[in-house]
């Protein structure tokens, strides 16, 4: 993440709480059509990034829509606080229990999931329909992070006009955003 990008704040506890329970109940939706997947072809891929680490994917989650008509993407990254050596194993099984928190939020479209790099930071990378919805979700997900993560370590970029895989596969794009430096090819 660059360090001049200078995010909003997190989103009020009502309005996440508002939130969390309409898109878990579209979740409910969606799950019972079938419409969320969790494809497996890009888990195990090492990203690199631009600050030296790299993570690997460990999930990756897809939800069936119409096409992408504005779309963005959304780069997280935070460091969870006092989890160490097993507990991350813990954490990356217990996330799955968090994805109908927002898959079912308006814009969606797909996640990748990485694991702790070197430095301990967990990074999302997700694609949205609408770099205002890619906004909004960010500053829910850091209100919903905050108290599990050491304080000041959430950052997030929300890059409007790119989709998730032009992304991963344009090296410039990336490295201008302080993200992968190379395409996922697990």
């Not at 939800?63 to 954490?91: E, K, M, Q, S, Y």
Request: glycine share 8%.
């Amino acid at each position: 993440m660059t360090p001049a990008y200078m995010p909003k704040p997190p989103a009020g506890p009502w309005p996440t709480v508002n939130y969390l329970a309409r898109s878990t109940a579209r979740s409910g939706s969606l799950l019972a059509r079938r419409r969320v997947h969790l494809p497996r072809h890009n888990v195990g891929c090492r990203l690199p990034f631009t600050d030296g680490t790299a993570a690997v994917v460990f999930r990756e989650t897809v939800v069936d829509r119409d096409p992408t008509r504005r779309p963005a993407v959304v780069l997280v990254r935070f460091t969870l606080l006092l989890v160490r050596g097993r507990g991350h194993a813990l954490f990356r099984a217990e996330s799955i229990l968090n994805t109908p928190l927002f898959v079912g939020f308006p814009g969606y479209v797909s996640t990748l999931w990485l694991g702790n790099d070197e430095k301990g930071f967990y990074r999302g990378i997700s694609e949205w329909d609408g770099p205002l919805r890619a906004e909004n979700y960010a500053r829910i997900l850091r209100r919903v992070l905050e108290p599990f993560t050491v304080p000041g370590s959430i950052q997030y970029r929300v890059l409007p006009g790119i989709r998730r895989d032009d992304f991963l596969a344009n090296p410039v794009l990336a490295t201008a955003a302080g993200a992968p430096a190379s395409t996922c090819t697990a």
